[in-house]
């Protein structure tokens, strides 16, 4: 890889992977964001995140 490029670790993992899906949902507010865009009827204004 040329040292111009950069390594995009979303293309690469993907947001079904295991490590990048719980970093996703390990944030509350990043948690909130994406489960607003995914799910924009619901509106989501606070929440609590549990980890294993």
Known sequence: M???K???VAEVLGFTDD???QNVM???E???MFLN???P???IKDLTVHTQ
């Open 37 to 39: 865009e995914v799910l």
């Open 6 to 8: 950069k390594l995009n």
């Open 30 to 32: 990043i948690c909130r």
């Open 2 to 4: 040329s040292k111009d």
């Open 19 to 21: 490590l990048m899906f």
């Open 26 to 28: 390990k944030d509350p």
């Open 41 to 43: 009827h619901l509106d």
